[in-house]
T-cell receptor
Framework: GENVEQHPSTLSVQEGDSAVIKCTYSDSASNYFPWYKQELGKGPQLIIDIRSNVGEKKDQRIAVTLNKTAKHFSLHITETQPEDSAVYFCAAKATGFQKLVFGTGTRLLVSP | DAGVIQSPRHEVTEMGQEVTLRCKPISGHDYLFWYRQTMMRGLELLIYFNNNVPIDDSGMPEDRFSAKMPNASFSTLKIQPSEPRDSAVYFC???????????FGPGTRLTVT
């Protein structure tokens, strides 16, 4: 089955810096890659997703890139703000399967 | 819409007791997922339903765990008997389809003493 690895487990940046979180997946049949943000005491919320027919997607300060050959995808947050502090999860889903497989999460801390 | 609703938000119980967690998915969503989140194992899918029918329960840890979805607007996850290692945050999520966004509820924090 699918296996998703996520790095780093923790990331500390200064406000205004960029943050990059990387994930690798094992199943070449995976075609849907969402990113979720989880704030303290809340459930995960989708912030951006990408499908395998595109290599990059942007939404304001966040972007996701996908390298199907290498089987990895990354989340990029520019001009970080303290409110970006949270745990971020990547996930992958393969064609024909209904389940999302989540990475282990990255705790991002943005210091003012 | 109010989003996915879960109750209770917190549950503290003693080992051996029965625990029932409840979920109301977003109206119109055909898929409902139950997840468990712990520090050690991260976010694990326990079971999911499609149109009220359980499709994959391979993530349910033991026979002590059971889940039902009697109608499109209600699901339960039951643990009987509960054990301290069941302590975790349990999330319910719903979606229109698997490749669409999953909307998570606020979770139920379960503590078994």
């Amino acid at each position: 089955g699918e296996n998703v690895e996520q790095h780093p487990s923790t990331l500390s940046v200064q406000e205004g810096d960029s943050a990059v979180i990387k994930c690798t997946y094992s199943d070449s049949a995976s075609n849907y890659f969402p990113w979720y943000k989880q704030e303290l005491g809340k459930g995960p919320q989708l912030i951006i997703d990408i499908r395998s027919n595109v290599g990059e997607k942007k939404d304001q300060r966040i972007a996701v890139t996908l390298n199907k050959t290498a089987k990895h995808f990354s989340l990029h947050i520019t001009e970080t703000q303290p409110e970006d502090s949270a745990v971020y999860f990547c996930a992958a889903k393969a064609t024909g399967f209904q389940k999302l497989v989540f990475g282990t999460g990255t705790r991002l801390l943005v210091s003012p | 819409d109010a989003g996915v609703i879960q109750s209770p938000r917190h549950e503290v119980t003693e080992m051996g007791q029965e625990v029932t967690l409840r979920c109301k998915p977003i109206s119109g969503h055909d898929y409902l997922f139950w997840y468990r989140q712990t520090m050690m194992r991260g976010l694990e899918l326990l079971i999911y339903f499609n149109n009220n029918v359980p499709i994959d329960d391979s993530g349910m840890p033991e026979d002590r765990f059971s889940a039902k979805m009697p109608n499109a607007s209600f699901s339960t996850l039951k643990i009987q008997p509960s054990e301290p290692r069941d302590s975790a945050v349990y999330f319910c999520a719903s979606s229109l389809a698997p490749s669409y966004e999953q909307y998570f509820g606020p979770g139920t924090r379960l503590t078994v003493t």
